[in-house]
């Protein structure tokens, strides 16, 4: 197989957890229960911030080794952009969370639906960027970022899609909607991710030099995710100790897969 087909295969591989999640509206009656959906948002927000620290954040500085004692500086600069960007999509895209009435970004007249799609696209963004980049760096032959390591932040990402698609396809079908445009929207939701991963490989050759920076930004950008959002929803309302237990769960399977493959 060719490497080209290899990576197609890597920026898929996030999509279909997506697509694997949300096809859960046609095997499951109901929406998830809470519980377990704490567990999931707790899970999913284990599995992004380890893989911000060691599949984004850790090679930034190694790869700024040259620095010194400012090696640090890619990572700290990169990270900040990463929030601020979040940040300013969050206020500024029209979008809903799920168990919210209140819109947030600007005001818009656009349906439940669309908006609570287009709060699950915010979060896909910098997935898609930590993926691109990744696969960009590994291309670019200047970093210590191996194909086995783009491909465990890959999986971990498309692991902790597929509760996330689910999440969002299923209080869609129990608010009314079909099936079939549950699981479409819930897919939707995810493209994002190898479209975005695919633009940042194509621009490998632009970004080598600013590699550090943009692995950091990703991960700032999910950090910003996750505390801004996840872990406020698996942390509401009672037993939020599951939302934690699933968190480490999440955390310690994205090590795992980082350091075991990469």
Known sequence: MSSHAIIVIGILIPFL?????????????????PGIQKALLGFASGVMIAASVWSLLIPAMDMAESMG???????????????????LMDRTVPHLHLNSEQQEGRKASLGKTTMLVLAVTLHNIPEGMAVG??????????????????????IGIAIQNFPEGAIISLPLKSSGAGRK?????????GIVEPIGAAIT???SALI???????????????????????IPEASEGEHSNIGTIGFA???VLMMILDVALG
């Open 17 to 33: 957890g997506t697509l694997l999640g949300s096809a859960c509206v046609f095997f499951l009656k109901n929406e998830i229960r």
């Open 69 to 87: 004692k400012l090696a640090f500086v890619p990572a700290a600069v990169g990270l900040l952009l990463g929030v601020a960007f979040l940040l």
């Open 133 to 154: 980049v990744v696969f960009a760096g590994m291309l670019s032959g200047k970093s210590e970022i191996t194909m086995a390591g783009a491909f465990a932040l890959a």
């Open 181 to 189: 445009r549950a699981f479409l929207y819930g897919t939707a939701s």
């Open 201 to 203: 490989i194509l621009l």
């Open 208 to 230: 080598t030099p600013v590699l550090p920076y943009l692995l950091a930004f990703a991960a700032g950008a999910m950090i910003y995710v996750v505390v801004e959002e996840l």
């Open 249 to 251: 769960a999440g955390f």
